[in-house]
């Protein structure tokens, strides 16, 4: 992991500003001399830079995108807790972590971040953006913005908009760390209980009915406690909270409500996405409940030049880290279709 320090006002949407930045980012393999081989991943919620870790199969040494063809960047998103700015960064103000005072961002935030890392990197053209999740929400959003830099793009359980089923699930898992009378401590352990409980939220979207009742149902009938979708909870709970950041998750969920790709741009989401003139591969997952099909569907129907695969697939929205395989060879065969012209 590197780090690129940006010492000049950083300027929000929301009309506040951070006295400069800093962004954690990875790269894998080298710049080639036309510089035609960069593929930049955005990553969802609380993942991080480090993109071969959490997405094997699919970055990395010997698969679709591999350091020995790509030049491949992942940044670390504003406001998370792996490295960019964020609640546990020092405010230069008072010398300390700024905790639950970091200001609001918003998706285009995170773009603007990653312009900046693109530019300071000496990266002129994008060969393939691609982001599943949250991370669909940076990579469209980015295309908008910098229409001439972004060649291809791939997406993933994303939507052109957060859904009011999308923000009510954050709303439920940000009332949970309220609930938690720590989460405004002066403390990195602020609200750990409260994120618990907001994991534990989230993984019922995460996954659905059929998958949990096919891996957690309980063989036992005799048992009256201690049931094993119990235990999962508790223990998908207990994993984030060692490795992430009440107050990081309670601001990243803020800025997925944000996302609206018309927002400023006339409030229609059809001129929008007709204007993303990427060449463009869409997925979406048959049994995700918290980014359905549909939204996927629509994207397909008013993004020009766009191939739709329906993977079926029992995760649900997790399905988009799972089925690395499947995913990997409808990538593979769209980039060869592509290169074939």
């Known amino acids: 992991m590197e780090f690129f320090h940006y010492q000049h006002n950083f300027q929000l949407e929301n009309g506040q500003s951070l006295p400069g930045i800093s962004i954690a980012y990875t790269t894998y393999g080298t710049l080639n001399a036309e ?26 040494s010997g698969h679709v995108i591999t350091p020995e063809k790509h030049f491949i960047v992942c940044a670390n998103i504003l406001g998370s807790c792996y490295g960019s700015s964020g609640p546990l960064s020092t405010n230069p103000a008072t010398g300390q972590p700024y905790y639950s005072s970091f200001p609001q961002i918003t998706i285009r935030d995170m773009v603007n971040a990653h312009i900046l890392l693109r530019k300071q990197l000496g990266i002129d053209k994008i060969f393939l953006l691609m982001g599943g999740s949250m ?56 609200g750990a209980k409260g994120l618990k409980a907001a994991r534990a939220l989230g993984m019922l979207t995460y996954r659905n009915y059929g998958i949990m009742v096919a891996q957690q149902t309980d063989t036992d009938p005799e048992k009256i406690d201690n049931y094993k979708a119990s235990s999962y909870i508790n223990y998908q709970g207990d994993k984030l909270v060692k490795r992430f950041n009440a107050v990081s998750y309670w601001l990243l969920t803020k800025s997925m409500d944000s996302h609206h790709i018309a927002r400023g741009r006339g409030g229609k989401l059809e001129p929008v996405l007709q204007s993303i003139h990427q060449r463009t591969l869409i997925i979406g997952i048959s049994s995700d409940i918290l980014c359905p099909l549909v939204e996927q569907e629509f994207l397909a129907s008013h993004i020009p030049n766009t191939s739709l695969v329906e993977i079926d697939s029992s995760y649900g929205h997790d399905g988009f880290m799972v089925e690395n395989r499947i995913i990997s060879q409808h990538l593979e065969k769209w980039l060869h279709d592509g290169a074939k012209g």
């Open 35 to 60: 510089k035609s081989n960069v593929v930049w991943v955005c990553h969802a919620l609380t993942a991080n830079s480090d993109v071969a870790e959490w997405w094997p199969g699919v970055v990395g």
């Open 135 to 190: 991370g669909g929400y940076q990579a469209m959003e980015w295309c908008v913005m910098e229409k001439d830099v972004i060649e291809n793009l791939f997406l993933l359980a994303t939507s052109a908009t957060e859904s009011a089923w999308g923000i009510a699930t954050h709303t439920a898992q940000r009332l949970a760390i309220e609930a938690d009378s720590t989460w405004k401590d002066a403390s990195p352990t602020a």
